[in-house]
């Protein structure tokens, strides 16, 4: 790699191929990491696979909070698989590399799928918002028609943004070094890259990243200061009760991940290293998508309920 880099220098050709760097010389460090994300992933997907299948074949959950907890799976599945099966390659394999395509093609989809995660809990919020606030007209503004469209904006909000970041910091040279001080190609280690002063290309990223990520947050507080003076209101504890705990999961999920991507990307530069921006990395890809589907079926008796039915008659079938 250090050959490329040299190449670029005198030949004026931008590098093609980075490295992911190696987490660690000690063998048994890369491999329990290794085992530990491997088994995190494969609960991740288990638990989204099975939280969207049990949603989507069960009529009874065919309502607008499981509609969107559905797509919040789709996205967590897209979420760790743009990421973790080239992060558990690089961890116990030499073949670290990955080409500037590869690279491209992977941030566009991490972008993609973190920032329609962002929309995605916003329109929850929403959600909740009419429910408690506004009752009697929740089947009518929540709609099938509304609830697709919310979804569709979700997804094609975080479209745009993964192609407008993703070409516009591809669309830059990079002189070297070509090794990324990271587990995947996310914006800041490849910006690093990149040649002669990048300050200003930093702060635009970091402005549209900025609001991608604090516009719907900004969304989801102003829906729950709703949902709070309602519920405050209301003259039963049981109706106070019964309204927050629709919104509890919700709250953990929203908690979890806003709280990661926060400390990761809105902190400023001069607090930023590559060994907390590892460790807040793994948190933020893995830990979150793998608590993401136990806060909701532990938290959520008719997602529990739905659960035990097909796990019962998966059961049957298989003594038939």
């Known amino acids: ?37 491997l ?3 494969l609960a991740s997907l288990t638990g989204n696979a099975l939280i969207a299948l049990t949603i989507c074949t069960n009529p009874v959950l065919h309502t607008p909070m499981y509609f969107f907890l559905a797509n919040l799976s789709f996205l967590e599945i897209g979420y760790t698989c743009s990421v973790i099966p080239k992060m558990l390659q690089s961890l116990v394999s030499e073949a ?48 099938h028609e509304m609830c697709a469209n919310l979804a569709m904006i979700s997804w094609g909000v975080g479209c745009l943004v993964g192609l407008g970041q993703t070409n516009y910091v591809f669309s ?41 990520i604090s516009s719907p947050f900004v969304l989801i507080i102003a829906s729950y ?3 709070l003076a309602a519920v405050l209101v209301m003259p039963s504890p049981e109706g106070r009760h019964k309204a927050l705990s629709t919104c509890s999961s919700h709250l953990l999920v929203v908690t979890l991940f806003y709280g990661s991507a926060s400390i990761t990307y809105l902190r400023p530069k001069a ?33 529990k309920a739905a659960l035990w039915r097909i796990l019962e008659k998966k059961k049957i079938l298989t003594h038939v």
Not at 127 to 135: E, G, K, V
Not at 182 to 191: G, W
Request: proline share 4%; charged share 15%; net charge negative.
């Open 96 to 143: 670290r590399g990955i080409s500037r395509v590869g690279c491209a093609t992977q941030m566009f989809f991490f972008i993609l799928f973190g920032i329609s995660e962002c929309c995605l809990l916003a329109a929850m919020a929403f959600d909740r918002y009419l429910a408690i606030c506004s009752p009697l007209h929740y089947a009518t503004r929540m709609s």
């Open 172 to 212: 830059l040279d990079f002189c070297g070094p070509c090794e990324i001080d990271h587990f995947f190609c996310d914006l800041p280690p490849i910006l690093a890259l990149a040649c002669g002063d990048t300050a200003h290309i930093e702060v635009a990223v970091f402005v549209v990243v900025s609001l991608c």
């Open 271 to 303: 607090n930023h290293s590559p060994g907390t921006d590892k460790l807040l990395a793994l948190f933020y890809t893995v830990v979150t998508s793998t608590f993401n589907p136990i806060i909701y079926s532990l938290r959520n008796k008719e997602v």
């Open 225 to 227: 200061v709703r949902i």
């Open 1 to 37: 790699m250090n050959v490329s880099c040299s190449l670029w220098q005198e030949n004026g050709i931008s590098v093609k191929h980075f490295a992911f760097a190696k987490f660690s010389e000690v063998t048994e460090q890369c491999f329990l990491l290794f085992t530990l994300i």
């Open 39 to 41: 088994l995190m992933f």
